[in-house]
């Protein structure tokens, strides 16, 4: 079946536009995270969805960054005012289970932001 | 808290073993661990659980000590696709938080 999908693969903006980016996870999942993920670095949590409610938004590294999730599906990251520290690689995980123990996560091929 | 893994980089030859280690300053119900190919997304590996069950489907073991607060991930007779950065990830919520990753490189 379709994997966790990611949209655009590539995004070029400048310093202080805003940019959204959509996450289209498994059909069925009810689990949905964002991570960002720099140069050579590890992954950097963001924040958790479960179904449309997001328990946890500690990760967000400003209140430049909001994000939404639909339909119990869809979810779309929004950065407003981008700034060349944001440039990065942001990638959308899923599962089907609440929580995390137990819980694989499945990764989408992440949207590559770079902000001039 | 990220937990700390070791080493950061290790390279080996076809049929080699490696360990990677994973260290965490809090206590720990469970430990996930990834694996990212350049450019790729991360793929799962396993989870290792407080109690010692172990959920995964891949032919690389893992221990995880829950009094060390650590958990290992073993490397044994390494193929070339065994390349690639690993990442263990502790839970603390409902997140995980990643180490910084071990780059292993299998040579033939």
């Known amino acids: 079946g379709a994997g966790v999908s990611q949209s655009p693969s590539n995004k070029v903006t400048e310093k202080g536009k805003d940019v959204e980016l959509r996450c289209d996870p498994i059909?069925?999942?009810?689990?949905l995270y964002w991570y960002r993920q720099s140069l050579g670095q590890g992954l950097e949590f963001l924040i958790y969805?479960?179904?449309?409610?997001?328990?946890?938004k500690s990760g967000l590294p400003s209140d430049r960054f909001s994000a939404e999730r639909t339909g119990g599906s869809v979810s779309t990251l929004t950065i407003q005012r981008t700034q060349q520290e944001d440039s990065a690689v942001y990638l959308c995980?899923?599962?089907?289970?609440?929580?995390?123990?137990?819980?694989?996560?499945?990764f989408g091929p992440g949207t590559r932001l770079t902000v001039l | 808290q990220q937990p700390v893994q070791s080493p950061q980089a290790v390279i080996l030859r076809e049929g080699e073993d490696a360990v990677i280690n994973c260290s965490s300053s809090?206590?720990?119900?469970?430990v996930h661990w990834y694996r990212q190919k350049h450019g790729e997304a991360p793929v799962f590996l396993m989870i290792?659980?407080?109690?010692?069950e172990q959920k995964g489907h891949e032919k690389i073991s893992a221990s995880f000590n829950e009094k060390k607060q650590q958990s290992s991930l073993y490397l044994t007779a390494s193929q070339l696709s065994y390349s690639g950065t690993y990442f263990c990830?502790?839970?603390?919520?409902?997140?995980?938080?990643f180490g910084a990753g071990t780059t292993v490189t299998v040579r033939a």
């Open positions: 990830g502790t839970e603390g919520g409902y997140k995980l938080s």
């Open positions: 995980a899923s599962s089907p289970n609440r929580g995390l123990t137990g819980g694989e996560q499945f």
């Open positions: 059909s069925g999942h009810t689990a």
């Open positions: 290792l659980l407080k109690g010692g």
């Open positions: 969805f479960q179904g449309n409610s997001a328990p946890d």
């Open positions: 809090k206590a720990l119900y469970s």
